[in-house]
């Protein structure tokens, strides 16, 4: 059967409004980071990504902020809508290709 | 669309039985990815192809699974004698070839039922 693990962190966000999502990676030695995207019975959609020797990026209504010295990762999304409501993965690489995904956080926008 | 596509998008099959997904990437990715997703949970990395050389498999991928990509370009993923456990979204990923630390785009999944 399938595994648990069904509650996710979840944030609700009034419409119109940023949010900000977290993430706490573990080795030290990854040096590539990346934001996905997941809608329900849909595969992870690529939003952004980031590499180590950076500390913030921006794209399209998106900003990720990498700090290395607290091995954290954050994604902010300005002007919420409707369609950013999803599952949101962030993902660590190092050295190798394999990526290797944190605990997804559930955003719920509210109209 | 261009976008990775996976075949069948549902599996549900009885234990003991074997299935084959397919997974066929973006033109010109050089790169492919396995990787499994069970409910609540990100994706886990299985194996990942360079062209048609496997280079890289998990500790997830045990002996009952194979994964191929003979042209270098369509990738199968074969699980024989399915165990409940095998239940699971399985996705494909790829990404240029070119330089590390590229995006990898996913397909889909196929989303295989064990009874």
């Known amino acids: 059967g399938e595994s648990v693990g069904l509650h996710l962190p979840t944030l609700s966000v009034q419409e119109g409004d940023n949010s900000i999502i977290n993430c706490a990676y573990s080795?030290?030695?990854?040096?590539?980071f990346i934001w996905y995207k997941q809608e329900s019975g849909k595969g992870p959609q690529f939003i952004i990504d980031?590499?180590?020797?950076?500390d913030k990026r921006q794209g399209q209504r998106v900003t990720v902020l990498l700090n290395k010295t607290v091995k954290h990762l954050s994604l902010q999304i300005a002007a919420t809508q409707p369609g950013d409501s999803a599952v949101y993965f962030c993902?660590?690489?190092?050295?190798?290709?394999?990526?290797?995904f944190g605990k997804g956080n559930q955003v719920v926008v509210i109209p | 669309d261009t976008g990775v596509s996976q075949n069948p998008r549902h599996k549900i099959t009885k234990r003991g039985q074997n299935v084959t997904f397919r997974c066929d990437p973006i033109?010109?990715?050089?790169?492919l990815y396995w990787y499994r997703q069970t409910l609540g949970q990100g994706p886990e990395f299985l194996t990942y192809?360079?062209?048609?050389?496997?280079?890289?498999k998990s500790r997830l991928l045990s002996d009952r699974f194979s994964a191929e990509r003979p042209k270098g370009s369509f990738s199968t993923l074969e699980i024989q004698r399915t165990e409940q456990g095998d239940s699971a979204m399985y996705l494909c990923?790829?990404?240029?070839?070119?330089?590390?630390?590229?995006?990898?785009?996913f397909g889909d999944g196929t989303r295989l039922s064990i009874l």
């Open positions: 990923a790829s990404s240029p070839g070119q330089g590390a630390n590229q995006p990898q785009h």
């Open positions: 080795n030290s030695a990854s040096d590539y």
């Open positions: 980031i590499r180590s020797n950076m």
């Open positions: 993902a660590e690489g190092w050295g190798s290709n394999r990526l290797a």
């Open positions: 033109s010109e990715h050089n790169r």
């Open positions: 192809f360079q062209n048609e050389a496997q280079l890289e």
